[in-house]
């Protein structure tokens, strides 16, 4: 059989669930596909090893889903039997003629957050060139996906239309961004804050934005499980 040449760098993350869904395992480092042989000397190169400390045991005859996120945003599922599995290692066989494309794409997946944000440059419909905003518009994100973010103003003098073009400066896990954004969407919320959120897209984003946004959103995703985790395990 003709295999599919998987490579650790197309990757960014795995999920491991029962066949009814439970998760049991979720990685977005310490994968691999090491080069391996079968008894006739032909090449494995499809099989994924996820190495750890204190991982679940799963039964090698059980049968599980290996969901998998790429980094162009496409996200596949297989449904494969463990090979090995210790506390320290479990191994699995991505077979091509099992990969099932899953609807849901990377970048529409969004998560809330509350991070705070600075617009620095505004381009309305008809300007030649961005106008600096002085001093820079103090924003609140509400929500990110790669692709986005939905966002509220502190300073209820400031509006903006769809159609304005915004340079938006962003800290997310310590890494500084500098993102081109354009606004679709006026949206009324009931907030304190203020009585109304943009919707915007990204513009130009690049490749190394995209994987700190991703690194970003997936950080969230991770420690909202472990704390829904923590609290089922206190019952």
Same mark, same amino acid.
């Given at each position: 059989?003709?295999?599919? *040449?998987?490579?650790?760098? #197309?990757?960014?993350?795995?999920?491991?669930?029962?066949?009814?869904?439970?998760?049991?395992?979720?990685?977005?480092?310490?994968? #691999?596909?090491?080069? =391996?042989?079968?008894?006739?000397?032909? @090449?494995?190169?499809?099989?994924?090893?996820?190495? &750890?400390?204190?991982? !679940?045991? @799963?039964?090698?005859?059980?049968?599980?889903?290996?969901?998998?996120?790429? +980094?162009? &945003?496409?996200?596949?599922?297989?449904? %494969?039997?463990?090979?090995? *599995?210790?506390?320290?290692?479990?191994?699995?066989?991505?077979?091509?003629?099992?990969?099932?494309?899953?609807?849901?794409? +990377?970048?529409?997946?969004?998560?809330?957050?509350?991070? +705070?944000?600075?617009? %620095?440059? +505004? =381009? $309305?419909?008809?300007?030649?060139?961005?106008? !600096?905003?002085?001093? !820079? /518009?103090?924003?609140?994100?509400?929500?990110?996906?790669?692709?986005?973010?939905?966002?509220?103003?502190?300073? /209820?003098?400031?509006?903006? /239309?769809? &159609?304005?073009?915004? =340079?938006?400066?962003?800290?997310?896990?310590?890494?500084?961004?500098?993102?081109?954004?354009?606004?679709?969407?006026?949206? %009324?919320?009931? *907030?304190?804050? %203020?009585?109304? &959120?943009?919707?915007?897209?990204?513009?130009?984003?690049?490749?190394?934005?995209?994987?700190?946004?991703?690194?970003?959103?997936?950080?969230?995703?991770?420690?909202?499980? $472990?704390?829904?985790?923590?609290?089922?395990? =206190?019952?």
């Amino acid at each position: 059989m003709c295999f599919l *040449s998987y490579k650790k760098e #197309d990757f960014t993350s795995f999920e491991i669930t029962s066949l009814d869904g439970e998760r049991l395992m979720y990685a977005e480092s310490n994968f #691999d596909f090491p080069i =391996m042989y079968d008894l006739n000397d032909n @090449i494995i190169d499809n099989m994924l090893m996820i190495k &750890g400390r204190k991982m !679940p045991e @799963i039964d090698t005859s059980q049968y599980v889903y290996v969901i998998a996120s790429m +980094r162009d &945003g496409d996200r596949y599922r297989y449904k %494969t039997n463990v090979s090995v *599995s210790t506390d320290r290692q479990l191994n699995v066989i991505l077979r091509p003629d099992k990969a099932e494309l899953l609807e849901e794409r +990377r970048r529409y997946f969004k998560i809330k957050t509350n991070e +705070r944000a600075f617009i %620095t440059l +505004r =381009m $309305q419909e008809g300007d030649d060139k961005p106008v !600096p905003l002085d001093p !820079p /518009a103090e924003i609140y994100i509400k929500d990110i996906n790669v692709g986005g973010v939905f966002f509220i103003c502190t300073d /209820a003098r400031r509006h903006f /239309a769809k &159609g304005d073009k915004l =340079m938006m400066i962003i800290n997310l896990s310590g890494s500084r961004l500098e993102l081109n954004a354009e606004v679709l969407r006026e949206q %009324t919320i009931d *907030s304190h804050e %203020t009585d109304t &959120g943009y919707g915007c897209r990204f513009i130009g984003v690049s490749h190394s934005q995209e994987e700190t946004i991703s690194r970003y959103i997936y950080k969230l995703q991770f420690e909202m499980l $472990q704390k829904e985790r923590e609290k089922r395990d =206190m019952f």
